[in-house]
């Protein structure tokens, strides 16, 4: 692998600070090699995080980005265009949500769907694609990263997250000095599930060849020689022994008892899993009952982005339910952003998918980290309300998304469409729990792709690959370049 001599890496959110900052991503870089990272960590966390690392990282606060209105409503017409031309199942659920807001943002949302669907095409979103990034880069923040990155004269930029739009206007800077750029798919779902890649990214780092697959179908004028398989960091802590503590710490630390059975329950976010805590509130009752047999103790981990505030009342009814807040710094409750993991949270999530029984989740990536660790899921396809909330069935609304689709055909994961199967699956798990383990192991394989242990190093090597150190009359030549073939 050649080394890295200056590295810029944009990390604007917290999945990319536990990916990249507190994993083995910037300890297996060579001494040598020069890191500049623009985040959104903030003071008392930044502090935490830089502790650890030498000298050669330099930090940088990521700026605000502020589209003026034209680039915000081609931005916006750029997502829905990918969604009415890729056309998956959860990209017909997220456009076809009804317009909120004033009555000028209805407006504008009504607008921006129209433009959308008319450019719903190769080469119409291409030709939007060019006029986003032209209005884009007369904005003054594209000006402000040019400055940094002539000065730090990075041989790559890297980006943990292939959507957030606060990445923009460094990846134009970077095209106009000819600065090579790349980012990493950021989960398993994004690409099918999400709009439209934000920014003319040269290199893309995805977790398996299913993904790369993805990728080059639902954006063909992507170059299969720029999509590099890596895996993911994601889950590296799930192959370091050393994380982990013995059977009786872990039962001691969260307050169960080691000879029982331990059901984790994931939760997700209020606005996709809002039954969360009633769907709990079934399964205590289950176990209260003798419904679900063995004794089972509960520890809910609920998501990290949200506060743990609406279990409070199926907590006061059972008093007996572990509940496992997660260690992430909230410096914005609610944004993904802006809610930063530590060290600990790591370690105990290693240790709770290694120690748990069984996991009960509503489609979530949770399937995945317990997969790694061959432990049976039984994910939620049942409702509480009546209609449901989502006006159709959990399972029809979630359970044939694309990404979640191998799951169920794989029998990766079994889905409860009712109370009463929740604790047959419970049962019939905790008598066999090699049951579906082939299913399992089938899904880690084709999700993740990559032994878990290399995804560090494949990203450095992929980076190194394509990094170029540029001099300065070099990268204007290749930026004056890139300006002339986009126009």
């Not at 957030?164 to 994004?190: E, H, K, M």
């Not at 509503?362 to 432990?375: A, P, Q, V």
């Not at 449901?388 to 191998?406: N, T």
Request: glycine fraction near 6%.
């Amino acid at each position: 692998m050649k080394t890295l001599s200056k590295l810029a890496l944009l990390i604007p959110d917290g999945v990319g600070v536990r990916n990249f900052l507190l994993g083995n991503f910037l300890r297996r870089l060579d001494s040598s090699t020069e890191v500049d990272i623009f985040h959104v960590i903030s003071g008392a966390a930044l502090r935490s995080i830089g502790s650890e690392h030498g000298k050669n990282i330099h930090w940088h606060e990521l700026p605000p980005y502020r589209p003026n209105e034209t680039a915000l409503i081609l931005q916006t017409a750029l997502g829905y265009a990918q969604m009415y031309w890729a056309d998956t199942m959860a990209m017909r659920r997220v456009r076809n949500t009804p317009a909120r807001g004033t009555f000028q943002q209805r407006v504008l949302t009504h607008g921006t769907k129209a433009l959308g669907r008319m450019s719903a095409g190769p080469l119409r979103m291409r030709l939007l694609d060019r006029l986003h990034y032209a209005v884009a880069e007369q904005l003054p923040e594209v000006n402000h990263y040019k400055c940094v990155f002539e000065r730090i004269q990075p041989s790559v930029l890297f980006c943990s997250h292939q959507r957030p739009s606060i990445v923009l206007p460094a990846i134009l800077a970077a095209r106009q000095l000819g600065i090579p750029t790349a980012t990493f798919i950021f989960s398993w779902d994004n690409i099918t599930s999400k709009g439209r890649i934000t920014a003319p990214f040269d290199h893309y780092l995805v977790w398996s060849n299913h993904m790369r697959d993805e990728l080059l179908r639902y954006y063909p004028n992507v170059r299969a020689d720029c999509v590099h398989v890596v895996g993911t960091p994601q889950f590296e802590p799930y192959a370091d022994p050393d994380l982990l503590w013995s059977k009786e710490e872990f039962f001691s630390r969260v307050g169960a008892d080691s000879r029982r059975p331990l059901i984790c329950y994931s939760g997700g976010d209020p606005g996709t899993c809002p039954e969360d805590q009633e769907h709990i509130r079934v399964l205590l009752e289950l176990i209260r009952a003798g419904r679900i047999e063995r004794n089972c103790q509960v520890i809910v981990r609920p998501v990290p982005v949200e506060d743990g505030r609406r279990y409070d009342r199926v907590r006061a009814s059972f008093p007996e339910l572990i509940f496992a807040q997660p260690k992430w710094e909230h410096t914005d409750a609610g944004d993904w952003s802006r809610v930063i993991p530590t060290k600990e949270d790591i370690q105990f999530l290693a240790n709770l998918t290694y120690h748990c029984d069984l996991n009960v989740n509503l489609g979530s990536t949770m399937t995945l980290d317990f997969g790694i660790r061959n432990k049976p899921v039984v994910n939620i396809a049942f409702d509480i309300a009546d209609p449901p909330i989502f006006g159709m069935s959990l399972w029809d609304y979630y359970y044939f998304f694309d990404h979640y689709r191998p799951v169920v055909e794989l029998k990766a994961a079994r889905p409860a469409r009712s109370a009463e199967q929740l604790a047959d699956l419970i049962n019939t798990y905790l008598e066999n729990p090699e049951l579906d383990a082939e299913g399992r192991r089938q899904l880690v394989n084709m999700q993740v792709g990559v032994p878990l242990a290399e995804s560090s190093y494949r990203i450095l090597d992929a980076l190194s690959n394509v990094a170029g150190p540029m001099h300065r009359g070099e990268a204007a030549r290749q930026g004056r370049l890139a300006r002339v073939v986009a126009n």
